[in-house]
């Protein structure tokens, strides 16, 4: 199976053939897969070198004579560090573009803390209007690449990731989807961690929803699974997010103002592990493999499910 970049390669460099309106910004990164299509559309591949300012300012220009620019590099090179020019560039002008990254929260390990950002998408709800797709699985990255390419001028922000479910699910507009039903509580799965947190709540009476997509967040759905799930006195809602801990915590206590409810929110801790180490111990060691996330959801749940 290829991954989640793979696939964006191969999708983008067709779509590049078939809309003249599609222009790709790189920032270096990925360069070596797209050199096929920057020989067949030279002014619509443009390779700004290790410049991710300018990455981001470019693509806000192209936005400006009508192109919908797709900027893509590493999270936390475009997020992060340019994080002034996506404020400026496409909030700021009223302009709109899709922002494709690479290695999520820390894909990377041997990379280091630089190329680490599990804070990216808190730092993108701080402003306006971006759509937010994270895919659990390369089919789900290419139809939701597909959409964020034909959104007009929206905002759009793509989060892909080294790690994937073993099976895509269907992409159904920007909802959550009900993957397992219960009563005893909620638990959202966010992307690629869906199969640890199914494999996590196996036997237990909980209503799984999955989302590809984020923001906007589906709070409608989510009312409709509490109040299906929660008991009499208040529904008990898990968040398992492949990034910043709490993140779509605000979303998910704004969903259920009306509601008696409480809210657990799970991801990446804040805390720097200085170790490199791999993908799957970094999950570990942020208490998001299947054990830990059995262990966290079944201590929170009131009364305890077993």
């Known amino acids: 199976m290829d991954t989640m970049r793979e696939r964006f390669i191969s999708v983008t460099s067709r779509l590049l053939d078939e809309d003249p309106r599609l222009a790709l910004v790189l ?71 899709v922002l494709v990254s690479a290695s999520a929260s820390y894909d990377w390990p041997a990379g280091g803390f630089t190329h680490m950002a599990p804070g990216d998408v808190a730092l993108l709800d701080t402003l306006e209007g971006w759509t937010v797709h994270v895919p659990g699985h390369p089919d789900e990255a290419e139809a939701l690449l597909r959409h964020a390419y034909a959104a007009g001028d929206d905002k759009v922000y793509v989060r892909l990731s080294q790690q994937s479910n073993a099976a895509p699910r269907p992409v159904e507009g920007l909802r959550f989807q009900t993957v397992r039903e219960g009563r005893a509580g909620v638990v959202v799965a966010v992307g690629p961690l869906l199969d640890n947190v199914l494999a996590a709540t196996e036997g237990l009476d909980l209503t799984v929803l999955y989302a590809p997509t984020v923001r906007p967040f589906d709070g409608a759905t989510l009312r409709a699974a509490a109040a299906s799930a929660g008991s009499a006195a208040a529904a008990d809602v898990v968040l398992v997010e492949p990034y910043l801990a709490g993140t779509s915590t605000t979303a998910a206590n704004d969903a259920l103002a009306d509601t008696p409810h409480r809210v657990l929110g799970l991801g990446v801790g804040r805390a720097e592990l200085r170790r490199y180490g791999t993908i799957d111990e970094h999950t570990a060691a942020h208490g998001l493999d299947p054990r830990s996330l059995r262990d966290r959801i079944t201590g929170f749940l009131r009364p305890p499910v077993r």
């Open 27 to 97: 920032a270096e990164i990925s360069m070596d897969g797209f050199l096929p299509a920057q020989r067949r559309h030279p002014d619509r591949v443009i390779n700004v070198g290790i410049r991710e300012q300018l990455l981001v300012g470019v693509g806000g220009g192209l936005a400006l004579t009508g192109m919908r620019p797709v900027m893509h590099t590493f999270a936390s090179f475009l997020v992060e560090r340019p994080f002034e020019q996506v404020k400026l560039d496409f909030g700021h002008q009223g302009t709109g573009g």
